[in-house]
């Protein structure tokens, strides 16, 4: 991403902007315009900056990369792409399942029946393997899976996803490494948002899954001296591999199997839960009758549609005057597509806790409790800070 003072200098140069025209159009003296350029000064007020880009004839896509190198100068770049995140995962939560290109030689593998141990170097073994192993286990009966990767392995969850997996009662442990600072991805991608995006895909697909995180210096933690980092096992197999999932061994020998599990019962316990599905009632807040907004208590803002407040004035007056209660003085109004993203995700917050809830591809209503505190702070600034275009001001108690 571009920073401001260096945007506008190549627009300038790109474009044969006059200096004193365009300050003279922006009503600025030459000598303030040339300190912004330079980054000497802060960027000017949002209405300069569009009189800016207006004198400079920027086209769309020039002002929208405008105008988010003006607000990375006054967010800061981790901020901005971490509420892009938030928001970017709250209007496409309803895009349910993994979609990625996937080699056929990733499902050409089958377990091979008396080998107690297979070493393998090529790229393609370790998904190819852990296919032929999640495979085998899913429909098995009291089965469990263990999971020690880090969430962006995709393929992982493009199988979890899918429909091998569906009606599939196995229990499924996965632990995974949180950066103990907050990281973006290459694409500029908040990572801890990334993460959550794929660790409903599970919930999602009505399984049994149950994450748990242990904090770290991931580039560090996965560049050192750790022989074989990640680990997938199921009640008969075992697989590890290096960290880019390339060179590992396959492990089919019981007493092997057996002792992978007990190492990873330990990290487990190490580790604390990041979703859990929840068992709290929920039968007297508003959503069971007005499916259509977003929820939450004193510490984070709250927001609803209008067709979701307008459906208590179809309810019997007792029990619109008891949902009243969860409505606080100073809620706003979503609108645009957060308003229409709404319905399928709702986000109630009660005591540092934000409940997720949603319907899984059978319809079933999944009540999920987060506790990470990196999480929890990502959505709460995102709904402290979210953009006009997304909201109204604020209305007085209905």
């Known amino acids: ?24 159009y922006c009503g600025l003296d030459r000598s303030t315009l040339y300190k912004i350029i330079k980054g000497n000064r802060r960027p000017p007020s949002a209405s300069v900056r569009d009189k800016m880009a207006c004198f400079m004839h920027l086209t769309p896509d020039e002002t929208r990369q405008f105008e988010q190198a003006w607000e990375i100068s006054f967010t800061g770049k981790l901020t901005y792409c971490r509420r892009k995140s938030t928001e970017d995962f709250l209007l496409n939560f309803s895009d349910g399942f993994s979609d990625m290109p996937v080699k056929k030689s990733y499902f050409s ?15 393609d073994s370790f998904p190819a ?40 009662t196995v229990r499924i442990d996965h632990i995974f490494c949180l950066d103990q600072t907050e990281q973006l991805s290459e694409t500029d991608e908040y990572c801890h948002i990334n993460y959550l ?13 149950h994450p748990y995180c242990f904090y770290d210096n991931i580039r560090t933690h996965f560049s050192n001296l750790n022989l074989f980092p990640v680990l997938i096992l199921t009640e008969g197999s075992a697989l590890v591999s290096t960290s880019d999932c390339t060179r590992g061994i396959l492990y089919q020998d019981p007493a092997t199997v057996k002792m992978m599990w007990k190492l990873f019962d330990t990290y487990q316990k190490s580790c604390i839960p990041v979703l859990r599905r929840s068992q709290k009632s929920f039968d007297k807040l508003p959503w069971e009758c007005t499916p259509s907004y977003f929820a939450a208590d004193k510490s984070f803002p709250c927001f609803f549609t209008k067709p979701a407040l307008e459906s208590l004035g179809r309810l019997d007056s007792l029990k619109a005057e008891a949902l009243k209660q969860y409505i606080p003085a100073d809620f706003r109004f979503l609108k645009g597509a957060l308003a229409e993203a709404s319905g399928s995700l709702h986000l109630y917050a009660e005591n540092n806790v934000l409940y997720l809830i949603f319907d899984d591809i059978r319809n079933t209503p999944v009540r999920l409790s987060l506790h990470e505190p990196g999480l929890l702070s990502a959505f709460e600034d995102y709904l402290t800070h979210i953009p006009a275009k997304f909201c109204q001001d604020s209305f007085s108690k209905c």
Do not use: V, W
């Open 109 to 123: 593998k089958e377990l091979p029946a008396d080998s107690p141990c297979i070493a393998f170097s090529e790229k």
């Open 1 to 24: 991403m571009t920073e401001f003072p260096e945007l506008l200098n190549k627009f300038i140069e790109q474009k044969n902007i006059h200096i004193y025209s365009m300050a003279k």
């Open 129 to 168: 393997y852990l296919h032929a192993m999640l495979k085998k286990e899913s429909h098995s009966t009291g089965g469990r899976m263990g999971f020690l990767i880090q969430p962006d392995y995709r393929f992982l969850f493009h199988l979890l996803s899918g429909p091998e997996f569906f009606n599939s």
């Open 197 to 209: 995006k794929q660790l409903l895909l599970p919930f999602k697909n009505g399984l049994d899954y």
